[in-house]
């Protein structure tokens, strides 16, 4: 549905003035937005309308029908923004406990109430589109539909013919083309593969220093542990010596010790049995 220029320009200005009062409201820093609850789940919005009509003035009306899935609490409500502060606590003299009944006949006392949220929504109006029924003007347009009327001639080539042109663009090295962006994302690459290959290097060359330093950790290992193994062996070596020596000194000592008698001659025989025969002992 297409709107013309007068509603727009009428929609307009009530929007202006609708922002004026709501502005001067603002500034009188006084509630004109309320709620009407407990309102029949079954009602509609024209009901609503119809029910409270003849309505104040006002720039807002917004109705709520109930949820019939929430049971006994499915209950409709509505929003009204009143221009004027003044009848506002008219409307509530009026309709604050009023009695709505439904189509089965239920009572429903609503309750007239300031609405928690004062403020109204803006009311968007699309903007007449200057481009809308231009669509002939338009010179790709009627570009497009020149090529349509008279479609340019295409010459197909037999494909022996085109298989030829293949074979010769691939020996001219005419396929090979090279383009700035072409160049670029190549030089990338290569500076990637570069990258790689540093890396992989330089993890081989930690790889290799690592390992050597095992091996020497190893070796150097190993010649402590065969130097300590010959000064243990010494040290053996050197107690089992030192034990050798105390048994032979343990053994001459628990031997009996024999003395050796020099053996005499015939004369010196006879000076002893002279000697002993005065002294009555034997002198050896």
Same mark, same amino acid.
């Not at 929430?70 to 004027?84: D, E, T």
């Not at 690592?210 to 010649?223: A, F, G, I, T």
């Not at 062996?233 to 001459?252: F, I, P, S, T, V």
């Given at each position: 549905?297409?709107?013309?220029?007068?509603?727009?320009?009428?929609?307009?200005?009530?929007?202006?003035? &609708?922002?004026?009062?709501?502005?001067?409201?603002?500034? %009188? +820093?006084?509630?004109?937005?309320?709620?009407?609850?407990?309102?029949? /789940?079954?009602?509609?919005?024209?009901?609503?309308?119809?029910?409270?009509?003849?309505?104040?003035?006002?720039? =807002?009306? =917004?109705?709520?029908? +109930?949820?019939?899935?929430?049971?006994?609490?499915?209950?409709?409500?509505?929003?009204?923004?009143?221009?004027?502060?003044?009848?506002?606590?008219?409307?509530?003299?009026?309709?604050?406990?009023?009695?709505?009944?439904?189509?089965? +006949?239920?009572? =429903? /006392?609503?309750?007239?109430?300031?609405? /928690?949220?004062?403020?109204? /929504?803006?009311?968007?109006?699309?903007?007449?589109?200057?481009?809308?029924?231009?669509?002939?003007?338009?010179? %790709? =347009?009627?570009?497009?539909?020149?090529?349509?009327?008279?479609?340019?001639?295409?010459?197909?080539?037999?494909?022996?013919?085109?298989?030829?042109?293949?074979?010769?663009?691939?020996?001219?090295? &005419?396929? $090979?083309?090279?383009?700035?962006?072409?160049?670029?994302?190549?030089?990338?690459?290569?500076?990637?593969?570069?990258?790689?290959?540093?890396?992989?290097?330089?993890?081989?060359?930690?790889?290799?220093?690592?390992? $050597?330093?095992?091996?020497?950790?190893?070796? *150097? *290992?190993?010649?402590?542990?065969?130097? &300590?193994?010959?000064? *243990?062996?010494?040290?053996?070596?050197? *107690?089992?010596?030192?034990?050798?020596?105390?048994?032979?000194?343990?053994? &001459?000592?628990?031997?009996?010790?024999?003395?050796?008698?020099?053996?005499?001659?015939?004369? %010196?025989? @006879?000076?002893? +049995?002279?000697?002993?025969? @005065?002294?009555?002992?034997?002198?050896?």
């Amino acid at each position: 549905m297409t709107l013309s220029s007068e509603q727009v320009t009428k929609s307009e200005n009530s929007n202006i003035e &609708a922002t004026k009062l709501k502005d001067k409201k603002d500034c %009188d +820093g006084l509630s004109t937005k309320v709620v009407v609850r407990r309102l029949p /789940p079954t009602m509609t919005g024209e009901e609503f309308v119809e029910q409270l009509s003849p309505l104040p003035d006002n720039d =807002y009306l =917004y109705f709520v029908k +109930g949820d019939l899935s929430l049971a006994q609490h499915a209950l409709s409500r509505g929003y009204i923004n009143f221009i004027n502060p003044e009848d506002v606590v008219i409307f509530k003299e009026k309709f604050d406990n009023y009695v709505f009944v439904d189509s089965k +006949g239920n009572e =429903y /006392p609503a309750v007239v109430e300031f609405a /928690p949220f004062q403020k109204i /929504p803006k009311t968007k109006v699309r903007r007449k589109d200057n481009k809308v029924g231009t669509i002939e003007d338009d010179i %790709d =347009y009627q570009k497009f539909l020149n090529e349509l009327s008279n479609p340019p001639e295409v010459k197909i080539q037999s494909v022996e013919k085109h298989l030829e042109e293949i074979e010769k663009r691939k020996k001219d090295g &005419a396929l $090979r083309l090279s383009t700035p962006l072409i160049a670029f994302i190549k030089q990338k690459k290569l500076e990637k593969l570069k990258l790689r290959d540093e890396r992989r290097e330089d993890r081989r060359r930690r790889e290799i220093e690592r390992r $050597r330093q095992r091996d020497e950790e190893r070796r *150097r *290992r190993r010649l402590e542990k065969e130097r &300590a193994d010959r000064l *243990r062996e010494k040290e053996r070596e050197k *107690r089992r010596e030192r034990e050798r020596q105390g048994e032979g000194e343990k053994k &001459a000592d628990k031997e009996p010790q024999v003395k050796l008698l020099k053996k005499t001659r015939k004369g %010196d025989s @006879r000076r002893q +049995g002279k000697r002993k025969g @005065r002294n009555g002992e034997a002198r050896f």
